[in-house]
């Protein structure tokens, strides 16, 4: 007798990624079609839904992210159903999703919200970790409670909030870059944030907002099922609150930056003794260097290509991430861009029929606006999997959609360093040549403006700590306004620019 084979499914929409995106998208379809199934299929047991969502301006928004089990999502809308595996291979043609349980899931509409996993400087090195989801988050916080220092690799948002979190232990953070948080900021806004590094960080710890729902006993059984290594959602920006990042030793903040290099080999401990090489000790400011190898014997090595090497207990790899597209690229003709992602055009479509792709997956495709850019950040993948989910359903329905206002101007508000950071439009005057000028305004340790100006009008800017002119700017930007009578007093504090453009 044949055995019995497991229930096939069919949904007019499937949506595949229990992120932001992919649960964005499965909530906006299933409030626009309240009478039918939307089926949403994921590798975890936990989802990521957005909470207390604001709309701050037109285009900037602040929300929380809170990981839910699938089944709060499901008493939320009782027309989505959470099937919990994973993708084993998409048959376009055919219109059907094959899942490692051995189902087949049949749709209308996909949109797939895989997500990205983490680049790592090197596959298989137990030393080495990347850090994306919150299972890695708590892998790391354990490893670091033995350590007494541990290298980062990378210069983007999780590296800059690593370091500035990570407390006694020695932080030796290697960037290719020649200042932090090049993905973000310019060398001014860098300056500005690398003094409080070096200050004491103020002990009061504001509760975090996200509840996390651990899934330890789930973890087990969902790993064996899943294989250990499978992705999770993306961390989000207050991801470290709650974790408790403290090495062994007794000190606040040791950091040394080394700038412009990359990794060039790593060894481990008996592999470093049989090259001779030597190790440099942790720099000590100011003091006179006189010890010139290290003498301890570290479980791994990093040689940078500035020709330098460092001992450490383990190696964070935060040097950015890949598109998650693998299990869907088998048999179907997907345009890729230049990232790895999915191409999408303006109505979030793929270059397959019927499928569509939101958030860290794709790669937007459509002609953008001269002040947007895509960026693999929360607030992106919220606004693509609502979009997404509209675009869908006006093809259902035969009805057209214009591209969504979100798009017309890059918004993004976050924390680092304890401060709040807004980055808008074109803020590290991305794409704009030598044809430009840059207006600052900085008080230490308080705050730091800088606006992208070209021809007399605002392109972009980067505002960190309380300023409030995030609205007028924004305005400002997407209105094009004249601005070259005011010269330098643009930013002069003492000017109120909300009393002439608001």
């Given at each position: 007798?044949?055995?019995?084979?497991?229930?096939?499914?069919?949904?007019?929409?499937?949506?595949?990624?229990?992120?932001?995106?992919g649960?964005?998208?499965?909530?906006?379809?299933?409030?626009?079609?309240?009478?039918?199934?939307?089926?949403?299929?994921?590798?975890?047991?936990?989802?990521?839904?957005?909470t207390?969502?604001?709309?701050?301006?037109?285009?900037?928004?602040?929300?929380?992210?809170?990981?839910?089990?699938?089944?709060?999502?499901?008493?939320?809308?009782?027309?989505?159903?959470?099937?919990?595996?994973?993708?084993?291979?998409?048959?376009?043609?055919?219109?059907?999703?094959?899942?490692?349980?051995?189902?087949?899931?049949?749709?209308?509409?996909?949109?797939?919200?895989?997500?990205?996993?983490?680049?790592?400087?090197?596959?298989?090195?137990?030393?080495?970790?990347?850090?994306?989801?919150?299972?890695?988050?708590?892998?790391?916080?354990?490893q670091?409670?033995?350590?007494?220092?541990?290298?980062?690799?990378?210069?983007?948002?999780?590296?800059?909030?690593?370091?500035?979190?990570?407390?006694?232990?020695?932080?030796?953070?290697?960037?290719?870059?020649?200042?932090?948080?090049?993905?973000?900021?310019?060398?001014?806004?860098?300056?500005?944030?690398?003094?409080?590094?070096?200050?004491?960080?103020?002990?009061?710890?504001?509760?975090?907002?996200?509840?996390?729902?651990?899934?330890?006993?789930?973890?087990?059984?969902?790993?064996?099922?899943?294989?250990?290594?499978?992705?999770?959602?993306?961390l989000?920006?207050?991801?470290?609150?709650?974790?408790?990042?403290?090495?062994?030793?007794?000190?606040?903040?040791?950091?040394?930056?080394e700038?412009?290099?990359?990794?060039?080999?790593?060894?481990?401990?008996?592999?470093?003794?049989?090259?001779?090489?030597?190790?440099?000790?942790?720099?000590?400011?100011?003091?006179?260097?006189?010890?010139?190898?290290?003498?301890?014997?570290?479980?791994?090595?990093?040689?940078?290509?500035?020709?330098?090497?460092?001992?450490?207990?383990?190696?964070?790899?935060?040097?950015?991430v890949?598109?998650?597209?693998?299990?869907?690229?088998?048999?179907?003709?997907?345009?890729?861009?230049?990232?790895?992602?999915?191409?999408?055009?303006?109505?979030?479509?793929?270059?397959?029929s019927?499928?569509?792709?939101?958030?860290?997956?794709?790669?937007?495709?459509?002609?953008?606006?001269?002040?947007?850019?895509?960026?693999?950040?929360?607030?992106?993948a919220?606004?693509?999997?609502?979009?997404?989910?509209?675009?869908?359903?006006?093809?259902?329905?035969?009805?057209?959609?214009?591209?969504?206002?979100?798009?017309?101007?890059?918004?993004?508000?976050?924390?680092?360093?304890?401060?709040?950071?807004?980055?808008?439009?074109?803020?590290?005057?991305?794409?704009?040549?030598?044809?430009?000028?840059?207006?600052?305004?900085?008080?230490?340790?308080?705050?730091?403006?800088?606006?992208?100006?070209?021809?007399?009008?605002?392109m972009?800017?980067?505002?960190?700590?309380?300023?409030?002119?995030?609205?007028?700017?924004?305005?400002?930007?997407l209105?094009?306004?004249?601005?070259?009578?005011?010269?330098?007093d643009?930013?002069?504090?003492?000017?109120?620019?909300?009393?002439?453009?608001?």
């Amino acid at each position: 007798m044949e055995a019995a084979r497991p229930p096939s499914t069919a949904g007019r929409f499937v949506v595949v990624g229990g992120g932001i995106a992919g649960v964005t998208c499965a909530e906006q379809l299933a409030i626009q079609f309240p009478s039918e199934d939307i089926l949403l299929i994921t590798a975890h047991p936990v989802i990521k839904a957005v909470t207390n969502f604001k709309q701050v301006s037109k285009v900037l928004e602040e929300f929380d992210v809170e990981e839910q089990p699938k089944t709060m999502l499901e008493n939320r809308f009782p027309n989505i159903k959470v099937i919990q595996s994973e993708v084993k291979q998409l048959k376009s043609k055919e219109h059907c999703i094959l899942t490692g349980d051995g189902s087949q899931h049949v749709y209308k509409k996909l949109c797939l919200c895989a997500g990205a996993k983490p680049k790592l400087i090197c596959e298989g090195n137990p030393y080495v970790l990347g850090i994306r989801d919150t299972d890695s988050a708590q892998e790391f916080q354990k490893q670091l409670t033995k350590a007494k220092r541990v290298m980062i690799i990378g210069n983007g948002g999780i590296a800059l909030e690593l370091v500035y979190e990570i407390e006694g232990c020695e932080v030796i953070w290697a960037i290719k870059d020649k200042a932090i948080g090049n993905t973000f900021f310019d060398a001014g806004a860098a300056e500005f944030l690398t003094s409080k590094l070096i200050a004491e960080k103020p002990e009061a710890r504001i509760a975090h907002k996200r509840t996390r729902y651990t899934t330890e006993g789930r973890k087990k059984e969902a790993q064996t099922k899943s294989g250990a290594g499978n992705l999770g959602s993306a961390l989000g920006p207050d991801w470290h609150e709650g974790l408790n990042l403290k090495g062994t030793k007794e000190f606040s903040h040791k950091v040394h930056i080394e700038t412009m290099c990359e990794v060039k080999k790593i060894y481990l401990q008996e592999e470093f003794r049989i090259s001779k090489k030597k190790s440099l000790p942790f720099p000590r400011d100011h003091c006179n260097q006189s010890v010139t190898t290290d003498k301890e014997a570290w479980p791994v090595y990093v040689e940078l290509t500035n020709e330098k090497t460092y001992g450490c207990d383990f190696i964070v790899s935060a040097t950015g991430v890949i598109p998650n597209t693998e299990p869907f690229l088998c048999g179907n003709n997907f345009d890729l861009g230049e990232d790895g992602g999915l191409k999408v055009d303006a109505h979030m479509h793929t270059s397959v029929s019927d499928v569509y792709a939101a958030g860290d997956i794709c790669t937007a495709s459509w002609p953008p606006s001269p002040f947007w850019q895509q960026m693999r950040l929360w607030t992106q993948a919220r606004q693509m999997g609502w979009y997404a989910a509209k675009c869908m359903a006006a093809a259902i329905l035969g009805e057209s959609i214009d591209l969504d206002f979100s798009f017309e101007l890059f918004a993004h508000v976050t924390k680092f360093f304890n401060y709040k950071v807004v980055l808008l439009g074109k803020y590290n005057a991305q794409g704009l040549g030598s044809d430009h000028e840059l207006m600052l305004r900085c008080t230490k340790g308080q705050e730091y403006v800088k606006v992208v100006m070209q021809n007399g009008q605002m392109m972009g800017a980067v505002l960190i700590g309380e300023t409030d002119l995030e609205e007028t700017f924004e305005n400002l930007i997407l209105n094009q306004t004249d601005l070259s009578s005011y010269g330098e007093d643009l930013l002069d504090p003492n000017i109120d620019l909300e009393d002439y453009f608001d």
